[in-house]
């Protein structure tokens, strides 16, 4: 997943490798105009196993269409792991009427 259309919902799943559990550890999709700014958008995952699931809803999704960074970071309050990182394109809608 690497586009969307702006104001959509999207199930993402994410399988992580370099892990041997999940136990302890939350999930977090992140989303940033640029790598070191706050972030605009965050939504923590579900887990089993090594697989995250995100529900991102269509207000997370309603921002200017434009290429943000996003990425999938795990963390257990000690140790922090960045799954994947990678450009987002918010695209623009037909469903929008602005």
Same mark, same amino acid.
């Given at each position: ?7 959509? @919902?999207? !199930?993402? #799943?994410? &399988? $992580? +490798?370099?892990?041997? =559990? ?26 089993? @196993?090594? !697989?995250? #699931?995100? &529900? $991102? +809803?269509?207000?997370? =999704? ?32 037909? &469903?929008? +009427?602005?």
């Amino acid at each position: 997943m690497n586009a969307i259309y702006r104001g959509d @919902s999207q !199930t993402i #799943t994410v &399988n $992580i +490798t370099g892990l041997a =559990t999940l136990s302890g550890y939350t999930v977090v999709f992140i989303v940033k105009d640029d790598l070191g700014d706050t972030p605009l958008k965050s939504n923590t995952g579900s887990t089993e @196993s090594l !697989t995250a #699931t995100f &529900n $991102i +809803t269509s207000s997370e =999704t309603d921002i200017s269409a434009d290429n943000y960074n996003y990425g999938v970071v795990a963390s257990n309050g000690v140790n922090v792991y960045t799954v994947r990182q990678y450009t987002l394109t918010i695209k623009d809608s037909i &469903n929008r +009427t602005e």
